[in-house]
């Protein structure tokens, strides 16, 4: 384990999923909170409900940073998903322009997504007593899967390469940075940057939900973290995750 000036770090070469790595230990162990586990390889990452994360070992980063976010109820989870696709955009945007957070918190560059985050919590009664995110972040990787519906890397964009580890290190420095706002009680502030910077935000859009296809638009977010969407009919919905599917 090698440790920065905050947050300590747990290297791996190989996991099946850093997720994984530190739920399964934190069943057990006490971790410092800001705990970050880092892998070159992943052999079964994993996406938000249960899609899969494919990378190039070696070339991006794969983590897992840990926090003890009691003070945030339940029903408020969602808060803790914003600050940390706020850290990732703000990395990104370092290096890229036309960045934006694709609901509920995968990063784009344009129309292309070059990171994703999976949040997972274990709930004591009506508080989080542990969380768990992940992220996926493409980084030097040039070629994806076929299977891959719109993959790019911060390489492919920028037209260089980067070094790891400094990304990483800026990447803590961010989310750091967010969460403190987040324990700070700057609630308001997250809420208007992660509008702010949605994928289609009040933009005329076509979807897919259970009923079929449909022209709307995005009008905000609800305090559970459900996507709200204006249809063209006039009929105002919420979302949940899979749900809704973003058609062109």
Known sequence: MSVNSFNPIIKLLSVDSTNNYATARLETENWTEGTLVL???????????????????????????VFYPSFLPIQFQFLLSKTIALAIHELVSLYADNVSIKWPNDIYIGQKKVAGILLENAILGSK????????????NQKVFSSGLPNPTSLALEVNREFVIDEVVQLMIDLINKWYQQL????????????????????????????????????????????????????????????????IA
């Open 128 to 139: 989080i007593n542990w969380a768990v995110a992940g992220i996926g972040l493409n980084v």
């Open 183 to 246: 324990k700070s009680g700057n609630l308001q502030c997250i809420d208007e940057e992660y509008i702010s910077k949605l994928f289609r935000f009040g933009v005329t859009a076509v979807f897919s939900d259970s009923e079929g296809q449909f022209t709307g638009k995005i009008t905000g977010i609800n305090p559970y973290g459900h996507l709200i969407v204006l249809k063209e009919s006039g009929e105002l919905n919420s979302y949940a995750m899979k749900e809704i599917s973003f």
């Open 39 to 65: 892998s070159e390889n992943q052999t079964a990452g994993r996406g938000q409900v249960n899609n899969s994360w494919q990378s190039e070992p070696g070339m991006n980063i794969l983590a897992s940073m």
